[in-house]
Each structure stands twice: as structure tokens, then as C-alpha cells.
């Protein structure tokens, strides 16, 4: 399991930050009710990759307040194409969106847009896997990393990618100019402004989670797949739409 929490592996354990957070009331409220279950997704391939080491602070964040909460590692994820579906790291992607309550996206900036390594994660997790929608009704969290100054192209795509995925998107974000100054030498965000809007956003994403997941089954009760069900007695994939 460590391989899916590699967040909880510090380079200095001795003043984890997280752990001072005072969430003591919501904590408790979050013991009220089932864990959440948050997978994470980060878009570097780089040694030293921001996206990821911001990705592993939202995780920090949201194991603290109780969540269950597993990072995806892109290395390896094959560009998506038409064959190789059952690729263990394309299967693995897809278990953990279907296994997942909520999802945290954090994407680097570049020329723009969010990079090439998310968006092929993204590709991976279809509308649907036969009758299974794999990320319908979720909650989303979205942040990005920039080189330069502050920006929100990325985010403002990972909003529209989360719309088009069915998901909740919550309406705070997180967005870090000039990341290679916002970490110290133990890969962790410095004491900042942009650090507190980080929790705020962990924060949000849990008490939205929390509160919707619930009603997961009614809020995404539609009428259209009402009557495909009908018609057809399950719903369709997309394959068996288009013969």
C-alpha cells in the first residue's frame, strides 16, 4: 500500500506541519461517517516535480482530517491509443477512479495548458466501462503549479475536464507561481498565503465529499439513463452505442 501512499514517506518527520493543523472538530465530524476515499493524480514525469510534490501535500492534508487517500503514479502509463487497454498501469488507473469518492488534480502549466502526462491520465478514465460510470458524481479538487507568475489556465481546463467527467467540482482552487520557491529542501510548502489556500481547498474538497457522497445515487439519477435502462435493461457502453 505504501506504493500508494508515497506521501507519507518524509524526508523529515520530525516537523510535519500537517500534523499541527488544528481540524479537531471536523475530524470528528469525519468519524461520523464512512472514510472518504480520494484518489489523487499529479501531471510530471520530472525528478523533482512540483505537481507532485503539491500532490503529496493535498494528500498529507486530507489522511490527516481521515481520509483514505491514494496517489496514482503516472511513470509508465502507456499514451492512450486503441490497444493497450489492459495494461496494468492503464487498469490500475481505472480501479482506483471506480474505487474513489473524490479526486484532487494537480497539473503544471506549460505553454498554457495543463501537460501532456495528465491529460493521457485523463484520456485513460472513459465516461463509462460498460455500465459503470467511473467518475460520476465524484467530488473534484483542482490546483496547478506554474514556472513564472500566477496563472489559472490550467485550472480553469481541469474545470471544464471535470465537467465534462460528470464530477462535482468544489469552487475553491489552489494556484502556485513560481513553485521551485514555494518548497524547501525537504520537498515541503513553505509557511505562505498560497500554503494556507492549499488546506483551505483539502478542507473544502473532504466537507463537500462528506456531505454529497451520501446522495451520490440520487444526484445522478438521470432521466435519460432511466430510459435506457428501460429499453435495454442495464445502460449501454459507448462501443455498443456506436454499432
Keep these: 500500500m505504501i506504493r500508494l501512499k508515497p506521501y ?22 469525519g468519524k461520523k461517517h464512512h472514510p472518504i476515499q480520494v484518489l ?20 498529507r492534508i486530507l489522511d490527516h482530517l ?22 496494468p498501469k492503464v487498469q490500475e488507473l481505472r480501479e482506483l477512479s471506480q474505487w474513489s469518492h473524490a479526486h484532487v488534480w494537480v497539473s503544471p502549466e506549460q505553454h498554457g495548458q495543463v501537460t501532456a502526462v ?5 484520456d485513460w478514465i472513459p465516461l463509462s466501462l460498460g455500465s459503470v460510470r467511473p467518475t460520476q458524481g465524484r467530488t473534484l479538487a ?8 500566477q496563472s489559472f489556465n490550467a485550472v480553469n481546463t481541469l474545470r471544464i475536464l471535470g465537467r465534462w467527467m460528470r ?14 520557491t514555494e518548497f524547501d529542501e525537504n520537498d ?15 478542507e473544502e474538497l473532504f466537507k463537500m465529499t462528506i456531505v454529497l457522497r451520501p446522495e451520490m ?12 435502462k428501460e429499453k435495454n435493461g442495464r445502460l449501454l457502453s459507448q462501443a455498443e452505442k456506436l454499432q
Design 8 to 29: 507519507r514517506a518524509l524526508k523529515d518527520a520530525t516537523n510535519d506541519w500537517v500534523t499541527k493543523l488544528n481540524f479537531s472538530a471536523l475530524q470528528e465530524y
Design 40 to 59: 489523487v493524480l499529479y501531471g510530471s514525469l520530472r525528478e523533482r516535480s512540483f505537481s507532485r510534490l503539491l500532490a503529496f501535500e493535498f494528500a
Design 66 to 87: 481521515g481520509a483514505d487517500v491514494r496517489v496514482f503514479n503516472p511513470e509508465g502509463l502507456p499514451m492512450k491509443d486503441g490497444v493497450s487497454e489492459n495494461h
Design 118 to 122: 495528465f491529460k493521457n491520465q485523463i
Design 142 to 149: 483542482v490546483a496547478q503549479v506554474c514556472g513564472g507568475s
Design 167 to 180: 464530477m462535482f467540482t468544489i469552487p475553491n482552487q489552489s494556484s502556485v507561481p513560481k513553485a521551485w
Design 188 to 202: 515541503r510548502m513553505k509557511p505562505s498565503d498560497l500554503r494556507q489556500r492549499v488546506v483551505d481547498v483539502a
Design 217 to 228: 445515487e440520487f444526484l445522478t439519477d438521470r432521466y435519460s439513463e432511466r430510459e435506457e
